[in-house]
């Protein structure tokens, strides 16, 4: 299962994104919102450690990205949601793009995101994109071991096939838009397809 070949391999920093308003409505999220939306969220993985989420889309399954839903709250967040995300993908230059995975992710001061890779099939194409909403100088995004800061209102696609992780190493909450995009109009792998008929005659 070779991931996509337009995926970066470590980092790509893809510009300034007009984060203000996005930022202002999440830092007014209430503590109970946030326990709320992370005890029910559909990304449960030890290599998360304590990070809380709120997610507003997600795949369907982890096998394929082209099946995804909306969580309730994505209706709601739209309008702050779409001009960031919009912006974010310009370089990309894609006619048709989709959003498989969007969420928040808050990472507490002291906490840590083990090393891992995104094992899961689903997770092998779109391309992982973060804009740091709030963020500290002692938080540091480690890919296969080199650390990287993230500063807020950048875009950065960051490899998810490379080992990474995440250590919040200053004294404030780390929290990130995290989201997947992919064109809908590349080819889907040939082992996706495969997999697909495979299923199907089974």
């Given amino acids: ?20 308003a996005l930022r202002d409505a999440v830092l007014a999220i209430p503590e109970s919102v946030w326990d709320a939306e992370n005890a029910s969220k559909p990304n449960r993985f030890g290599a998360l450690d304590a990070t809380r989420h709120i ?58 995101i083990l090393p891992h890779r995104d094992a899961n099939p689903a997770a092998k194409w779109p391309h992982k994109i973060h804009v740091p909403l709030l963020t500290n100088d002692g938080v540091t995004f480690f890919i296969d071991g080199v650390g990287h800061h993230l500063a807020v209102g950048e875009a950065v696609e960051v490899s998810n096939m490379a080992v990474h992780s995440v250590e919040n190493a200053g004294t404030t909450d780390r929290i990130h838009l995290i989201f997947e995009y992919y064109d809908l109009d590349q080819p889907p792998p040939d082992w996706l397809e495969a997999g697909a008929s495979a299923g199907a005659g089974a």
């Fill in 1 to 20: 299962m070779q991931p996509n070949p337009r995926k970066t391999t470590t980092i790509r920093r893809l510009g300034a994104v007009d984060v203000g």
């Fill in 55 to 112: 997610v507003f889309r997600f795949v369907s399954n982890f096998r394929d990205w082209r099946d995804s839903y909306s969580a309730p709250l994505w209706e709601e967040w739209r309008a702050l949601l779409e001009p960031v995300l919009g912006q974010a993908v310009r370089p990309y230059g894609y006619a048709r793009g989709e959003f498989p995975r969007v969420m928040l992710a808050r990472m507490a001061p002291g906490g840590v």
